[in-house]
Every structure is written in C-alpha cells, then in structure tokens.
C-alpha cells in the first residue's frame, strides 16, 4: 500500500537530487501497485522529517514533476502530490487527508489552499472527507 516510512522518504530524497542534477527535463512519480498510490504514513515507522520527500520543498527543483497517482491517496501522500507540478489522476483515485478528523491542519497541507481552489482546500483540509478524483 506505499506506506511512507522513513526509508521511503529518504528514497524520494534521494531520487529529488539525481533528478535535480541530471540533464532529464521531467520527472514522473508514480507507485509500485494499483491498490494504492499511499495510503500515507506507516504508523509503525512514521518519517520524522516528511518534508525532505516533498518535491520542491526538500530538495530544490527548477523542472516539471509529474504525479501519475490511482487508487488511495492519504495524508502525507496527498501533500507530496499536491506539490508536483501537473497530476494525472485515474478514474479510481480518492483523495483523503485524515489528519483533518483529529483537528491537524498545520505543516505542508497549509499549501493547498495556493494551490487548489480555496473553498474546496478548506473543505479538504477541515473535513477529512473522501475526494474522488472527478471531483478534484
């Protein structure tokens, strides 16, 4: 299910700065898997530092980045995703920021309400509710 854990971010670090310092001109995130993109932070083994996985946020970026994303999309997922540059969503994507059912606003997801359209990021952010990706 693409749990971010610490290894994972690392992983996605690492993966920022190759692609950063190469002569590739676009990057494509994608998952291994069709249940799920991510279903967001391994509780066992959450990542201390979510952010350096972030493109853009943890590594400086000055090309395109692509989010090919399908089935869950949670959490910290989500946030990686909102900061790519273009998303392709499959029919069969939710998006859902759980966070928001405890009362958790704070950190990356404050973004969204620049990036996506402003009563729909609040809604998103303070509801917590299931997002298909016909309606995102």
């Known amino acids: 299910?693409?749990?971010?854990?610490?290894?994972?971010?690392?992983?996605?670090?690492a993966s920022w700065k190759r692609f950063a310092d190469?002569?590739?001109r676009v990057a494509i995130l994608h998952a291994a898997g069709d249940r799920a993109f991510s279903v967001g932070a391994d509780i066992k083994d959450p990542p201390g530092e979510l952010w350096r996985g972030v493109p853009s946020i943890g590594v400086a970026l000055d090309k395109?980045?692509?989010?090919?994303?399908?089935?869950?999309c949670i959490g910290g997922a989500y946030v990686i995703v909102q900061m790519c540059d273009l998303v392709v969503a499959s029919e069969t994507t939710v998006f859902?920021?759980?966070e928001a059912q405890v009362?958790?606003?704070?950190g990356l997801i404050a973004s969204a309400v620049a990036r996506i359209p402003?009563?729909?990021a609040m809604e998103f952010m303070l509801l917590g509710q299931d997002v298909s990706a016909e309606r995102a």
């Not at 299910?1 to 670090?13: K, Q, R, T």
């Open 22 to 24: 190469s002569d590739d």
């Open 1 to 13: 299910m693409n749990a971010l854990d610490s290894a994972v971010v690392d992983g996605l670090e």
């Open 118 to 120: 402003h009563k729909f």
């Open 64 to 72: 395109p980045v692509i989010a090919a994303v399908h089935g869950w």
């Open 96 to 98: 859902k920021y759980p």
């Open 103 to 106: 009362g958790f606003t704070g």
